[in-house]
């Protein structure tokens, strides 16, 4: 049975602060790994694909991969109020693409 | 590109009635994905077409659910002799490409059974 783990939250941050947004999957041999934003009562928003080790960057948000590790992180600097959100970390669980999903980490920004 | 639509955005049926939801994928997109999602947990996988072919079923897909993707546009997802555990979010997400990569969110539908 292929996993995601993530801490549910909630995670608390000031406004301005880097949030820091952890994921773990137990399947070595995943390769595409996914986070969404989830606004509450809203369906799920793709906000960084990342496939290979390493840092990606887009904006305010950074994806970090360590396969080795099987851990995948997403930091959010300059955090907003608007960020609160609940974060959802995806793997691509099958050949045909469907996508495992953690349980989502809560995320507040307070001003 | 008006991203992907679902109708309706919400329905509630009584225990035993059957219910129909549509999805209309972003224009191009060859694979669609169904998911059913429950308060404080993640989405769940159902179901995957490719074009026109259903590819993949989940478990959690029982027998009284049914999902069809005619012509390889549109897609619908019905349940039969609906059930209180049937309430959820069902969410429907397409993608592009030869190989599985992003997949973009519907709105949702949010069935409540009573």
């Known amino acids: 049975q292929k996993e995601v783990e993530q801490n549910s939250g909630p995670l608390s941050v000031p406004e301005g602060a880097i949030a820091s947004l952890n994921c773990t999957y137990s399947d070595r041999g995943s390769q595409s790994f996914f986070w969404y934003r989830q606004y509450s009562g809203k369906s799920p928003e793709l906000i960084m694909s990342?496939?290979?080790?390493g840092d990606k960057e887009d904006g305010r948000f950074t994806a970090q991969l360590n396969k080795a590790s099987q851990y995948v992180s997403l930091l959010i600097r300059d955090s907003q109020p608007s960020d609160s959100a609940t974060y959802l970390c995806a793997v691509i669980g099958g050949s045909q693409g469907n996508l495992i999903f953690g349980k989502g980490t809560k995320l507040s920004v307070k001003p | 590109d008006t991203g992907v639509s679902q109708n309706p955005r919400h329905k509630i049926t009584k225990r035993g009635q059957n219910v129909t939801f549509r999805c209309d994928p972003i224009s191009e997109h060859n694979r669609l994905y169904w998911y059913r999602q429950t308060l404080g947990q993640g989405p769940e996988f159902l179901t995957y077409?490719?074009?026109?072919?259903?590819?993949?079923k989940s478990r959690l897909l029982s027998d009284r659910f049914s999902a069809e993707r005619p012509k390889g546009s549109f897609s619908t997802l019905e349940i039969q002799r609906t059930e209180q555990g049937d309430s959820a979010m069902y969410l429907c997400?397409?993608?592009?490409?030869?190989?599985?990569?992003?997949?973009?969110f519907g709105p949702g539908t949010r069935l409540t059974v009573l």
């Open positions: 077409f490719q074009n026109e072919a259903q590819l993949e």
């Open positions: 990342i496939y290979s080790n």
């Open positions: 997400a397409s993608s592009s490409g030869l190989a599985p990569g992003p997949q973009y």
